[in-house]
């Protein structure tokens, strides 16, 4: 939530969830992911259009999105800035997309005349309140990379 509040308030622009809700729910063990794209303040280019290209871009990624469960579009509303936030089913998915499309280098491209920042912040989500507790199995961090690491080289 760290990263919410450093930009300020956010609103829901859109957003999509496979399941037809109108929620981006996660639980235990899924991973979320952040991407912050923000206009630069020497650029031509006005906010509204870099907010709807953000969002054009949004929806046509989330179907291309394979392992997400739902994905959010937020507006900063006191500064040009578009987070995406996506949940993913796991983090092989979410690097696995990442890598494979470069979406740093098609914003830019959308965005011809003007210059942006793109981030990203990757997470797993290590506990849910609302889930059963009874099935929330902990793992020390050294145990979370191990199995991790297990999985990659498989």
Known sequence: MAIMIDHNFVVAYGGK????????KFSTGDTVCFSINRLLSNTKM????FVHTCFSMFQSYFHKM???IAGVCLKC????????????????????????N????AL???VVEAAVFVKYDIFKVVYVSADNVSSFQYYPPHKLLENQ????LE
Request: net charge negative; charged share 30%; with cysteine.
């Open 17 to 24: 969830a496979r399941d037809g809700s109108p929620a981006a």
């Open 46 to 49: 006005k906010e509204q259009e």
């Open 66 to 68: 394979d392992g997400t």
């Open 77 to 100: 509303e006191t500064r040009p800035v578009m987070i995406n936030f996506f949940v993913w089913k796991n983090l092989q998915s979410c690097y696995s997309f990442l890598l494979k």
């Open 102 to 105: 470069d979406h740093r280098e």
């Open 108 to 110: 830019q491209n959308a």
């Open 149 to 152: 690491e297990l999985d990659v």
